[in-house]
Nanobody
Framework: VHLVESGGGLVQAGGSLRLSCAASGNIFSINAMGWYRQAPGKQREFVAI???????NYADSVKGRFAISRDNAKNTVYLQMNSLKPEDTAIYYC??????????????WGQGTQVTVSS
């Protein structure tokens, strides 16, 4: 199973970006899908998560600015990021913690996509 992120880039403060993450491979079903980020010199931190039924949860730092969504038919999760701040600068990673292959559950990570917000 592979998770491939796209949509990162350089944006000015106050701007918007939309990240995408598509899962492919031996997939029977995917429960939750989420996003994490890691800024230079810091630990990876939770950003947002969405269940297969559409329930969402966000880190306090992004509530009201970011929106997570998914297309189950495409095994794809999105992260709409608005009102971006310089402190949102990080590598953003897609995560699917419980991908069911038909016989077992596994946790997968994408390779990351860089988001840089200039002041």
């Amino acid at each position: 199973v592979h998770l491939v992120e796209s949509g990162g880039g350089l944006v000015q403060a106050g701007g918007s970006l939309r990240l995408s993450c598509a899962a492919s491979g031996n997939i029977f079903s995917i429960n939750a899908m989420g996003w994490y980020r890691q800024a230079p010199g810091k630990q990876r931190e939770f950003v947002a998560i969405i269940s297969s039924g559409g329930s969402t949860n966000y880190a306090d730092s992004v509530k009201g600015r970011f929106a997570i969504s998914r297309d189950n038919a495409k095994n794809t999760v999105y992260l709409q990021m608005n009102s971006l701040k310089p402190e949102d600068t990080a590598i953003y990673y897609c995560n699917a913690p419980d991908v069911y292959s038909g016989t077992s559950y596994s946790n997968y990570w994408g390779q990351g996509t860089q988001v840089t917000v200039s002041s």
